[in-house]
């Protein structure tokens, strides 16, 4: 337990110092959503001072820092590609109405360094706790395989929206695809691959108790910034509720015949 507690606060320092210096970057760029490309390697960051750093078994932490360090850095070139052509995000806009900046960057990079904290936790166990033996090594090599076939699929349901948005003419609905299969996939993806990390941790105590961060995560992809905000901004356009009716929102299946 010592460990994991020194392994714990020394992830806030860390996740900390990005956050501060987010901010740094956000005044200089002028834009708010800068947090939104340092979301990613923010945890990153966490998984590589696990491995550096920590005195637990060496292949789950091998295999977490190189899972966590793709996933982030795929996500934030997507996001910086995605974000750079336009004003900041209409969001962030919104939080800085009738705020001072102090207390917009509290609410902006305090908040997202406290959920990456949280949500890193599964990291910071691996990161102390030895590899297990017996029937839980099966356990743990199947969070790696839900990982990475959670990053597949974010990975391939992305690059398939942008390929759809750079269409000319473009079709009103994006139903081909992985999105033939759900109405956001890449939120599934991502779901899947943090349930992956997760039981990565599982595999030895106290990793069960870290659900907390597959929980925040799920909890966000479904209802917080994710699938929902964009059914409401999607409800309206023509052909989305015959797209609705046949295509679950979340959770993957094969379309319906």
């Known amino acids: 337990m010592p460990d994991l507690l020194w392994m714990a606060l020394a992830s806030a320092v860390l996740v900390a110092l990005i956050q501060a210096a ?44 190189v899972l966590v360090t793709a996933w982030a850095a795929r996500l934030a070139i997507h996001i910086g590609r995605r974000s750079r052509p336009h004003d900041d995000d209409p969001r962030y806009v919104r939080m800085t109405q009738g705020r001072s900046t102090l207390a917009t960057a ?5 908040l997202q360094g406290l959920i990456q904290w949280i949500v890193s936790a599964p990291i910071q166990v691996v ?3 030895s590899d297990p033996g017996g029937a839980l090594v099966v ?8 990982a990475v076939a959670g990053l597949v699929i974010e990975a391939v349901a992305d690059a ?6 750079q269409q000319q003419p473009r079709p009103p609905i994006l139903d081909t695809g992985l999105w033939a299969w759900s109405r956001h996939p890449n ?9 992956g990390v997760y039981l990565v941790a599982c595999a030895a105590w106290p990793g069960v108790a870290t659900v907390l961060s597959p929980a ?10 994710g699938a929902r905000l964009l059914e409401k901004a999607m409800a309206d356009r023509p052909g989305y509720a015959e797209y609705r009716s046949r295509t679950p929102m979340f ?4 379309p319906a015949r």
């Open 22 to 65: 987010a901010f740094w970057w956000s005044r200089r760029a002028g834009r708010w959503d800068v947090a939104d490309v340092v979301w990613g390697p923010g945890i990153a960051a966490v998984a590589l001072l696990g491995l550096a750093t920590g005195h637990g078994g060496v292949w789950r932490r091998v295999a977490l820092a």
């Open 106 to 110: 509290l609410r902006v990079f305090g």
């Open 127 to 129: 990161a102390v706790t």
């Open 139 to 146: 356990l743990a090599v199947l969070g790696v395989v839900v």
């Open 160 to 165: 398939q929206l942008t390929n759809y948005k």
């Open 187 to 195: 939120y599934f993806g991502d779901a899947c691959f943090w349930v």
């Open 216 to 225: 925040i995560m799920v909890g966000l992809l479904v209802w917080g910034s």
């Open 251 to 254: 959770v993957m299946r094969p």
